[in-house]
């Protein structure tokens, strides 16, 4: 695996992600790109990373708490996401708070939604009593479900937005993340999972590449000036 500068858009990056703006993945002679949960076709192409034959998966195979990842997603990418970058880029004091307040209220809906899904693989409401049938009911539902070691769909799109929110976020706008017994022991889990720790830089790092977007430079990418024009996320 190669880690390049988006910012430069090697030719290499471009030819797995046309775009140049998420990370892209190249398998035999097989392209994927924008991997994300509009048609969620990505985590059931990708293999086990770690054992093939493990048959491991991101998505659940239980259709009502798969819908309900599916709604997950989308209100990572259509709200979660943009409010982020419209905190982190706003100027003034007022359009500071106020976007500060739906960055907050957009995390707590996703909270909303986690309980939800809880509720839907209670394995008493699915008259589930074997500890195999209770794995198999909430495999693939990530690190919000106790007793799950592996990460989810959800976990992998929205921790990395969650991790710079505690850095980033903080040093720049004095964010706080949303209090929560339940929410923080989630975070706690996904920030020391090994597979997410491999994909994270140094605070430093997140600070300086991030400061172009707090200061709202011009022409600092692509995501900048959509946001910055109020349209939607390229």
Same mark, same amino acid.
């Given at each position: ?122 394995? @008493?409401? $699915? ?8 794995? /198999?009911?909430? +495999? =693939?539902? *990530? #690190? ?69 977007? @707090?200061? $709202? ?8 000036? /959509?946001?910055? +024009? =109020?349209? *939607? #996320?390229?």
């Amino acid at each position: 695996m190669d880690e390049v500068d988006p910012y430069k858009k090697p030719k290499d990056l471009l030819e797995v992600s046309p775009k140049g703006l998420v990370p892209g993945l190249s398998m035999r002679v097989r392209l994927f790109w924008s991997i994300s949960t509009k048609s969620n076709k990505g985590p059931s192409l990708l293999p086990p990373i770690t054992n093939p034959s493990a048959k491991r998966s991101h998505l659940t195979t239980f259709k009502d708490a798969r819908a309900l990842v599916r709604l997950q997603s989308d209100h990572i990418n259509r709200s979660v996401v943009p409010a982020f970058y419209r905190f982190l880029q706003a100027q003034d004091l007022d359009a500071q708070i106020s976007a500060g307040k739906e960055y907050h209220a957009s995390i707590e809906t996703l909270v909303g939604l986690f309980e939800r899904m809880e509720k839907e693989v209670d394995p @008493a409401k $699915n008259g589930v009593t074997g500890e195999g049938e209770k794995k /198999a009911l909430t +495999s =693939g539902l *990530g #690190l919000w479900i106790d007793g799950n070691e592996d990460l989810g769909w959800v976990d992998v799109m929205v921790g990395p937005w969650l991790y710079r929110s505690k850095n980033v976020l903080k040093h720049y706008r004095g964010f706080e993340l949303p209090p929560g017994t339940k929410f923080n022991k989630w975070l706690d889990r996904l920030f020391q999972h090994p597979y997410f720790r491999r994909t994270c830089s140094t605070d430093d790092l997140y600070l300086d590449s991030y400061e172009r977007y @707090a200061f $709202n430079r011009p022409n600092t990418s692509q995501v900048a000036n /959509a946001i910055n +024009s =109020g349209r *939607g #996320l390229p």
